[in-house]
């Protein structure tokens, strides 16, 4: 069911392509800062100078009509709050107030641009603090409400460790990187044109966002249905976060246990020392306001893209809110493609269908493959009778002989052998019997069988179908009522589990607008492994239903 604005898709959908005109691979960011204006939210980007970042926050402010207001600076070590948020008024100085004069700086701009972020000191940096997690601008005795939609903010570093801005990075709820141009095509593009880009004057302006518009969607967004299937995943990316977190102090732990042993001994190697300290990981931490602000940018993606409730496609967008470093980015984006394949196949561990499958296995055994047991007698057996002995908690089957002789306990004999494992099929062996000590000695060993003697426990004739059911009417409304209670609801589950997947494989771009097309090609690949992994529990599922036949 879609919301209220049937069109605010379209609209979006023209609004990239818009802002898109002109730029090489930048519409993952294009798209992400939209998002995150909308949602009220920051983002941040890192990568090297000249990728383009101030260009694209210079675009998002091209989304918005005339009546909003744009502020852009360039950050740096000797920066002074005047510059970001306005000089001191002198009249207010006169009375004892110290009063800012903020218009036209960040405290009244409704988008911004902040280059080089941590490059400023920190009375800025507290300020800032307060003005993007609050909205409010404190001047002087007065706090006034700051109408900021969202704050770009760009670096090519990131902040140092223990420096105080973790609070301020946080913040940021979004973030990606904004790299080079890479494809050949695209780069050949950038680098041989000599004009300026100008945008399509054909443009429709009804496509434009305005500020009222975005105070009055977020009602609707916040009413957005989060289902169970998308906690899902943020529980499974919860826990993978957990594991690895638990697998660095496991490591830490085992590594001062080292350093103990090794205390005595005399170490000078200061290079792989130096190693060792570049290689240390981090514990990675999202706090609890993060989570939060994730679970409102997966809500404002699901109502831009016309629906009442989030859904997986809405999911693909959480890696980019979970890392801090670059070096967390490829842990998170995989944690997040497959808690999403495993939510997809209904978050059921495959073992458990493995053992679903075997539980069927030895029902099939049970109910079909019916053997008829006696105690070893000394009257020699007819031939299509087995000699029954067990190695490793398996059941084998050795036919006995048509030209059986009970007096020579040499005769070497090769005949066929059947192992209780419906998975394993009939061999042929060479072997000795001996009736009088109850053994079979096997010459030339096959597969699980070994060069050794083994003991005779039974002698068993299996029992045909035709031996167990009058007719065939009978065996065939046998099976019917077999698979109807064993069978087919175990295949109906398995198959469910492909459609849903296959179902992802419809869902790209043109349905969801923030997706990143590199992470559904990623996802769709895990999925494919998924896919093919359940086909193969399918196939068993199958061939042990084969093995049921009437046997006259």
């Known amino acids: 069911m879609a919301n209220k604005n049937n069109n605010l898709k379209i609209r979006l959908r023209n609004l990239l392509m818009y802002l898109n005109t ?7 960011a294009i798209r992400l800062s939209i998002l995150c204006a909308i949602a009220g939210e920051s983002i941040f980007f890192l990568g090297p100078p000249g990728t383009a970042k101030s260009m694209i926050s210079r675009r998002i402010q091209k989304a918005f009509k005339d009546d909003t207001k744009y502020f852009e600076y360039l950050m740096n070590e000797f920066s002074t709050p005047d510059e970001i948020c306005g000089p001191v008024s002198l009249k207010s100085l006169e009375h004892d107030s110290y009063i800012r004069k903020t218009e036209g700086f960040l ?9 080089e972020i941590w490059k400023s000191g920190p009375a800025i940096l507290n300020t800032l603090l307060t ?19 969202i704050l770009l903010a760009a670096s090519n570093e990131l902040p140092e460790k223990n420096s105080g801005l973790e609070a301020l990075y946080d913040r940021f709820i979004i973030r990606l990187m904004v790299n080079p141009v890479t494809n050949k095509k695209d780069f050949v593009s950038m680098i041989t044109s000599t004009t300026n880009v100008i945008l ?9 966002i305005s500020l009222d518009e975005i105070e009055s969607w977020q009602n609707q967004i916040n009413k957005i249905e989060v289902p169970e299937i998308v906690l899902e995943v943020i529980h499974s990316i919860r826990d993978s976060i957990t594991n690895y977190n638990e697998s660095l102090k496991i490591k830490d732990e085992k590594s001062e246990k080292d350093q103990d042993d090794d205390f005595f001994e005399e170490d000078d190697d200061e290079e792989e020392e130096k190693k060792e300290k570049e290689e240390e990981k981090n514990p990675i931490y999202i706090s609890d306001r993060r989570w939060k602000k994730i679970i409102h940018i997966l809500r404002t993606s699901a109502f831009i893209n016309d629906r009442n409730k989030v859904d997986i496609t809405d999911c693909s967008l959480i890696w980019n809110c979970l890392w801090s470093t ?10 997040t493609e497959l808690a999403i394949a495993k939510a997809l196949v209904g978050q059921v561990n495959i073992n458990v269908f493995i053992q679903k499958i075997e539980n069927f296995r030895q029902l099939v055994q049970k109910h079909f493959i019916k053997t008829k047991s006696e105690n070893f007698i000394e009257q020699i057996p007819k031939y299509g009778q087995f000699f029954k002995t067990k190695l490793r908690g398996k059941n084998y089957w050795f036919a006995i002989p048509k030209d059986f002789d009970f007096s020579n306990t040499k005769k070497v004999y090769q005949e066929r052998t059947i192992c209780e494992s419906l998975y394993e099929p009939a061999h042929f062996a060479e072997f000795t019997i001996n009736l009088k000590e109850g053994t079979i000695t096997v010459q030339n060993p096959i597969h699980r069988l070994k060069n050794a003697t083994y003991e005779i426990l039974t002698r068993e004739r299996p029992i045909k179908m035709s031996e167990i059911y009058e007719s065939y009417d009978d065996y065939l409304q046998d099976i019917t009522n077999f698979e109807e209670e064993n069978f087919y609801p175990l295949k ?3 198959q469910s589990l492909i459609n849903e997947m296959e179902s992802y494989f419809t869902k790209s771009i ?10 559904n090609v990623e996802m769709c690949d895990k999925i494919k492994e998924c896919e093919e992994t359940i086909k193969k529990l399918i196939f068993n599922l199958d061939k042990i239903h084969s093995t049921y036949e009437w046997d006259d």
């Open 22 to 28: 002109g730029l090489y691979e930048k519409e993952n």
């Open 107 to 115: 405290p009244t701009a409704n988008i911004a641009f902040l280059d």
């Open 131 to 149: 003005l993007i997690n609050e909205k409010k601008f404190h001047n002087g005795n007065k706090t006034e409400k700051v109408p900021l939609k």
């Open 200 to 208: 399509p004057e054909d443009f429709e302006l009804s496509n434009l």
């Open 326 to 335: 670059q070096e967390e980015i490829t842990l998170v984006k995989e944690w």
């Open 492 to 494: 109906h589950m398995l």
């Open 510 to 519: 043109d349905c969801n607008l923030f997706m990143d097309e590199s992470f």
